[in-house]
């Protein structure tokens, strides 16, 4: 059982937005501005798309942010494409690294 | 280009070994902690272990600990995962990943498929 808790589902159509929590405790997303996540395609290895909250690597369209709340972190996806339909993963630095449960987007 | 390749998985019997490894290319590989991060079939992303750039600490997740064995070769720019006892549990892609700084993964590596079955 993952310490952190995402909705294993998300869905949106296409151009709207979606947002994914990602919740912990004070511990971890609460105690820290270290969130990341990672967008996971069928077969493929996870990719950093977020991170530090709400930093996007280079190359990461600004469609995607972050924010945070409390003990709960969010990535929201705005204007929705059919390529965003992906796993998607949070983790906190907390330790020792430890991975949200994943959330799968689909794009309807 | 920062790189990282694994290599090593393959089909073992339960009770077997393998020995996992990741090449790293591209940038100080002693540097940085390196993890192992592992996905069972149709499962989420699973911490395995960790190690210092100096490899001077090192921690192995529960599921694996006593089982597994983390280390690095800092000349050879190389990460290693010594897997003993396998259980048929233990069956997953394994990734090799760069901590850039507080869980900041990036990049990982391709993956390298462990099954354990007889």
């Known amino acids: 059982q993952s310490a952190l808790t995402q909705p294993p589902s998300a869905s949106g159509s296409p151009g709207q937005s979606v947002t994914i929590s990602c919740t912990g405790t004070s511990s971890d997303v609460g105690g820290y501005n270290y969130v990341s996540w990672y967008q996971q395609y069928p077969g493929k290895a996870p990719k950093l798309i977020l991170y530090?909250?709400?930093k996007r690597p280079s190359g990461v369209p600004d469609r995607f942010s972050g924010s945070k709340s409390g003990n709960t972190a969010s990535l929201t996806v705005s204007g929705l494409q059919a390529e965003d339909e992906a796993d998607y993963y949070c983790?906190?630095?907390?330790?020792?690294?430890?991975f949200g449960g994943g959330t799968k987007l689909t794009v309807l | 280009e920062v790189q990282l390749v694994e290599s090593g998985g393959g089909l073992v019997q339960p009770g077997g070994s393998l020995r996992l490894s990741c090449a790293a290319s591209?940038?100080?590989?002693?540097?940085?902690?390196m993890y192992w991060v592992r996905q069972a079939p149709g499962k989420g992303l699973e911490w395995v272990a960790s190690?210092?750039?100096?490899?001077?600490?090192?921690y192995h997740g529960d599921s694996v600990k006593g089982r597994f064995t983390i280390s690095r070769d800092n000349a050879k720019n190389s990460l290693y995962l010594q897997m003993n006892s396998l259980r048929a549990e233990d069956t997953a892609v394994y990734y090799c990943a760069r901590d850039c700084g507080y869980y900041r993964f990036d990049p990982w590596g391709q993956g390298t498929l462990v099954t354990v079955s007889s």
């Open positions: 591209g940038f100080t590989f002693s540097t940085f902690w």
């Open positions: 530090e909250v709400t």
């Open positions: 983790t906190s630095f907390a330790g020792r690294g430890v």
């Open positions: 190690i210092k750039g100096d490899g001077g600490e090192k």
